[in-house]
């Protein structure tokens, strides 16, 4: 129970490992702020945790909006009068094309959930966590914000972009007990990440994908999950700044 009672918002958590993550909080005791611009699935995860017995709320938020994204922290404030771990999950893959085919339209929308959507959760939590004293904050990044992935330059800068974010947070207000960490999932299997659907986009690419991890295998969900909650933990007290791989030994 390394959550009991602790106020823990996770955006994205709808789906895939912000899902897994709210489910995994919840049972360590946490009360869940579930936010998704997909509200069916957002409540859908509010109900398999009240069903397990753990309490949780939804708020449908488009973490590209800023207005929303206000909207969302006062509301916690109101109703909770604090907000000890923010994940900021939610994100986009973008479009799988080379540069020249990657419109000015696609590269707005991909840079405004993936990086804006995190400098504006961000940049509303951290007022919350100052006047209670401290907190955890910890976005979800990408092994495409170490390094480049090719067909894919939105989504790589994007999540450059969020390791950038964390590390000068965290510089900026370590003395004033806020840590801000990232994670850099390799691909792990989700909605947004099928490996049948890479393999129609082009034929063995799965494979090939799998082949270059060390591991050679790609991440179960719970694995991202339980990095998640350690650093989210106080087992993770002296962490700050950093960006975690969690990817079979890709990045090294
Ligand atoms: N799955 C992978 O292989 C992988 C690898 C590296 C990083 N990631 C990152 O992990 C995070 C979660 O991805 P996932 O695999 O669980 O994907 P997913 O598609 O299963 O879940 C993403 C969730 O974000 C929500 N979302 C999308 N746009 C939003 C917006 N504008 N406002 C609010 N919510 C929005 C979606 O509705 C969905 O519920 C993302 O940031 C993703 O970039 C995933």
Same mark, same amino acid.
């Given at each position: 129970?390394?959550?009991? /009672?602790?106020?823990?918002?996770?955006?994205? *958590?709808?789906?895939?490992?912000?899902?897994?993550? &709210?489910? #995994?909080? %919840?049972?360590?005791?946490?009360?869940?702020?579930?936010?998704?611009? /997909?509200?069916?699935?957002?409540?859908?995860?509010?109900?398999?945790?009240?069903?397990?017995?753990?309490?949780?709320?939804?708020?449908?938020?488009?973490?590209?909006?800023?207005?929303?994204?206000?909207?969302?922290?006062?509301?916690?404030?109101?109703?909770?009068?604090?907000?000890?771990?923010?994940?900021?999950?939610?994100?986009?893959? +973008?479009?799988?094309?080379?540069?020249?085919?990657?419109?000015?339209?696609?590269?707005?929308?991909?840079? %405004?959930?993936?990086?804006?959507?995190?400098?504006?959760?961000?940049?509303?939590?951290?007022?919350?966590?100052?006047?209670?004293?401290? +907190?955890?904050?910890?976005?979800?990044?990408?092994? #495409?914000?170490?390094? +480049?992935?090719?067909? #894919?330059?939105?989504?790589?800068? *994007?999540?450059?972009?969020?390791?950038?974010?964390?590390?000068?947070?965290?510089?900026?207000?370590?003395? /004033?007990?806020?840590? @801000?960490?990232?994670?850099?999932? @390799?691909?792990?299997?989700?909605?947004?990440?099928?490996?049948? &659907?890479?393999?129609?986009?082009?034929?063995?690419? *799965?494979?090939?994908?799998?082949?270059?991890?060390?591991?050679?295998?790609?991440?179960?969900?719970?694995?991202?999950?339980?990095?998640?909650?350690?650093?989210?933990?106080?087992? &993770?007290?002296?962490?700050?700044?950093? #960006?975690?791989? @969690?990817?079979?030994?890709?990045? @090294?």
């Amino acid at each position: 129970m390394r959550f009991k /009672n602790k106020i823990v918002l996770i955006t994205g *958590s709808g789906s895939g490992i912000g899902k897994a993550a &709210a489910l #995994a909080f %919840s049972k360590e005791g946490g009360v869940i702020i579930v936010s998704d611009i /997909n509200v069916k699935n957002g409540l859908k995860t509010v109900s398999e945790i009240t069903k397990n017995g753990g309490e949780a709320c939804f708020f449908e938020t488009d973490v590209s909006d800023f207005d929303m994204v206000e909207k969302l922290m006062n509301y916690i404030f109101n109703q909770y009068g604090r907000l000890d771990v923010a994940i900021n999950n939610a994100g986009v893959g +973008g479009g799988f094309e080379k540069l020249i085919d990657l419109s000015v339209e696609s590269w707005n929308k991909t840079m %405004s959930i993936n990086s804006s959507g995190v400098f504006y959760c961000i940049k509303t939590q951290v007022p919350i966590m100052l006047k209670q004293g401290g +907190g955890v904050i910890l976005n979800t990044s990408s092994i #495409a914000g170490i390094r +480049g992935l090719p067909n #894919a330059t939105a989504y790589s800068a *994007s999540k450059h972009a969020v390791i950038g974010i964390t590390k000068t947070v965290a510089l900026e207000y370590a003395k /004033n007990n806020i840590r @801000v960490n990232a994670i850099c999932p @390799v691909f792990t299997v989700t909605p947004m990440f099928n490996p049948e &659907a890479m393999d129609k986009l082009k034929e063995g690419l *799965s494979e090939r994908l799998k082949a270059n991890i060390p591991m050679k295998r790609f991440a179960d969900v719970m694995e991202q999950v339980n990095t998640m909650l350690w650093l989210c933990s106080d087992e &993770a007290s002296f962490i700050t700044g950093q #960006a975690i791989s @969690v990817d079979g030994g890709l990045t @090294v």
